[in-house]
């Protein structure tokens, strides 16, 4: 099986302007969770998708917004970069359902730079 | 809400030597734990998991791990370390339920040839 995918790997964007992220989980994974990793913070959640639900959402400002579609494909959106959002966002799909007891299986991240 | 304590921010190691990396944890109900390993520039790789039944529980590349519930630790180990372990190793921690996927702070481990 292919393992997680996410587009673009590293991405460079302007203080202000907007970015989309892409992730594309494992074949017949119907969870898909986001982490924003930085190296003061550590491993942050941002949020958690289940069969196109929001599940879980972590404690970041609504400038951070997610979505996923039928086929488990997820996309995260932050409008209005600062400075601060530099970092390497991570997705990573499970088979979900009672979530708690399946590990994920992470993508190699994508890297935002903000200038 | 739950909670992962690593105390060690760096675990240096001869090659050949056991290892243990450090991992306590805080949660309502009973925890399902996990082990995470990051090599440089990469995503996390998952190693083990405790779910329930036996206490120790085995993963990939050799790796163990021991669920002590009087102590709420999750100690990861490996009977004899390589140059090749040396990354970077998050514990973590979910609740029953929904709940989220929590992450330590992570620890660096350089197994020294």
């Known amino acids: 099986k292919a393992g997680v995918t996410q587009t673009p790997r590293y991405l460079i964007k302007t203080r202000g302007q907007q970015v989309t992220l892409s992730c594309s989980p494992i074949?017949?994974?119907?969870?898909v969770s986001w982490y924003q990793q930085t190296p003061g913070q550590g491993l942050q959640f941002l949020f958690e998708?289940?069969?196109?639900?929001?599940?879980n959402k972590g404690n970041f400002p609504g400038r951070f917004s997610g979505r996923q579609f039928s086929n488990s494909r997820s996309e995260m959106n932050v409008s209005t970069l600062e400075l601060g959002d530099s970092a390497l966002y991570l997705c990573?799909?499970?088979?979900?359902?009672?979530?708690?007891?399946?590990?994920?299986?992470f993508g190699p991240g994508t890297r935002l730079t903000v200038t | 809400a739950q909670s992962v304590a690593q105390p060690e921010d760096q675990v240096n190691v001869a090659e050949g030597n056991p290892l243990t990396v450090k991992c306590t944890y805080s949660?309502?109900?009973?925890?399902?734990l996990f082990w995470y390993v990051q090599y440089p520039n990469r995503g996390l790789q998952f190693l083990l998991k405790?779910?329930?039944?036996?206490?120790l529980v085995k993963g990939s590349y050799g790796f163990e791990a021991e669920f002590n519930k009087s102590q709420t630790s999750f100690h990861l180990k490996k009977p004899s370390a390589l140059v090749s372990d040396s990354a970077l190793y998050f514990c973590?921690?979910?609740?029953?339920?929904?709940?989220?996927?929590?992450f330590g702070k992570g620890t660096r481990l350089s197994v020294i040839a």
């Open positions: 405790y779910i329930t039944g036996d206490n």
């Open positions: 074949s017949g994974h119907r969870s």
């Open positions: 973590a921690v979910r609740g029953p339920g929904n709940t989220p996927l929590v």
């Open positions: 949660v309502s109900g009973n925890p399902y």
């Open positions: 998708y289940f069969s196109e639900t929001q599940r």
């Open positions: 990573a799909s499970s088979l979900g359902g009672q979530g708690a007891r399946y590990e994920q299986y």
